[in-house]
């Protein structure tokens, strides 16, 4: 009577201790997908602000004007970034 209770909880623990193993390696994973993520994500950040300054330059020169083919695609890009520094925002907060 006594090995079967012992057999039943050995084999209880062998479960309980699978479910935590396969737990805890899911766990290790999703944690280095998150890591990667924040890199990415950081690094995109650096990007919009980078091209942020840039265009910020570029529009206090007033090289492009809005008649010819150059200055709307300025504004599309303005548009863009304008689209982007909302995202970036969005991801500080």
């Given at each position: 009577m006594?090995?079967?209770?012992?057999n039943i909880m050995l084999w209880v623990l062998t479960i309980i201790g699978y479910v935590?193993?396969?737990l805890y390696s899911k766990n290790i994973k999703l944690e280095r997908m998150v890591l990667e993520r924040e890199e990415t994500l950081?690094?995109?950040?650096?990007?919009?602000?980078?091209?942020?300054k840039i265009l910020i330059d570029l529009?206090?020169?007033?090289?492009?004007k809005s008649d010819d083919e150059i200055g709307?695609?300025?504004k599309t890009?303005?548009?863009?970034?304008?689209?982007l520094n909302e995202f970036a925002?969005?991801?500080k907060s």
């Open positions: 006594d090995s079967i209770i012992i935590i193993y396969n950081q690094l995109l950040s650096n990007i919009i602000n980078e091209s942020d529009d206090t020169i007033g090289a492009f709307y695609f300025f890009v303005k548009a863009i970034q304008s689209t925002a969005k991801d």
